[in-house]
């Protein structure tokens, strides 16, 4: 019944995502799912869904005939009736959909100032989320890993002995400023926003490709181990989601576990 | 006049990004510069400016007492009045600055499809940005340019002939599919917006750290330096900015000008 409701009162959005893997496009899926709104994961869901990635993001688009323009690359999201002249609205970029979507879907706070917060949180959570990319890619995103894993080593030891720490601390420290409001649990007020989505499924890509690391360190940040982490994947919406097989598993696309990237000892 | 009645009628804007270089901060200047609305530029403007970054970004900050969070990186922007209960408001993160002002400033497009696009298109010009900058620091942003020298030479083959030309393609079809409405002189409708600056922006430091590259390609993409290049630089407010010397020449930052990472030969 609820979900039924869901399905009348809120535009039927689209999501553009490359079929089986998380990737950029799970950001996506958790704000919706954080927020109990109905989507359609086009390539998931379809035979040929694959296919429509593919024209969103050909070399020779300058735009749909909806009047939308070219998508660089995906996630794009697509929403029937939100366009020009009640045609569909098209939308690339993961923080500008997060952004689009945040005030519709309630995940981006109360106010201006928070959900301003919400975006930056989340821009910074993207970036870390680009660096453990880098990590199997440094030289060439178009180039196989072995190709490039001698540089592989020299930057995912950069990544984990500066760059988790740095961003560990950060939101660590976000969360512990928020506090009074937050308990821990929340960025930013008092409640779920995108950004906690953001800063959760990066953490647990982080736990799937550098489990050693992770495990070194997880007691340095207390608040965001030991309560936020937590806290997230048990809020109603994502806890029926993360049990479900709508949740892909990681594999080999943002997050990948090359066990010699990772640390080599707990000790 | 008209400058004195910029002054009482918008908030005190307050830039905080480091002093001496366009960086990333350029974003914010050059909105600030195009929408003609005056801004204080804390660390170019003020003797000990530098503190102001320093507390800014403090590894022991969890946020300030007006109730702002910590700031990741620089640039953030201050705005007195605009926070809690009239406190000051801080945000950080170059988009979500952009996306906060586009609005108030009046560079954000008409309505929701506009908004949504010139932020994407911003975030694109942006990923732009932060590749060009790993052209030089492909293994770790903390290290110096000579200690990653070798791995910089395949990083920045792979940048000049795959990234480069994707990056400069996509936004010459944005251009053609926007050309009814834009002339070649928007990326969106049919004025400037802080994606056109921000593209400009990247434009520009492409040219000052890849002179050789950029002579060699710039004839495929006629839109993009036939027209959107030149026009952007002569808008109102951005010209005589651009002539100042606010204008801070590129040296060290995030586009630097090494003749090994650019093409050798432009036969």
Known sequence: MAANKKV?????????????IPGRGEFIRLA?????VSYKDVANESEDGVK????????????D???????????????????KDGKALVIYQTPSILSYLGDKIGLAGDGEAEKAWILSHTLTALDLNNEAHDTHHPIASSKYY??????????????????????????????????????????????LSYADTTVWHVLSGLEFAFPQELKARKGDYELLFGTFYESVKEQSGLKEYLASDRRKPFSMGVFRHYPELDRQSTS
Do not use: C
Request: avoid cysteine.
């Open 8 to 20: 009348r009162t809120q535009p039927p959005y689209e999501l553009l995502y490359w079929p089986g």
């Open 52 to 63: 429509h990635i593919l024209e969103l993001i050909s070399q020779d688009s300058t735009g």
């Open 32 to 36: 919706f799912e954080a927020a109990g």
């Open 146 to 191: 072995e190709d490039q894993k001698e540089e592989s080593l020299k930057k995912a030891k950069d990544f984990r002995e500066s760059r988790i720490p740095k961003f560990l601390g950060f939101f660590e420290r976000v969360l512990k400023g928020n506090q009074e409001q937050g308990n821990g649990k929340y960025l930013v007020g008092s409640k």
């Open 65 to 83: 005939s909806d009047g939308n323009p070219p998508t660089f690359a995906p996630p794009a999201l697509r929403i029937p009736g939100e366009g």
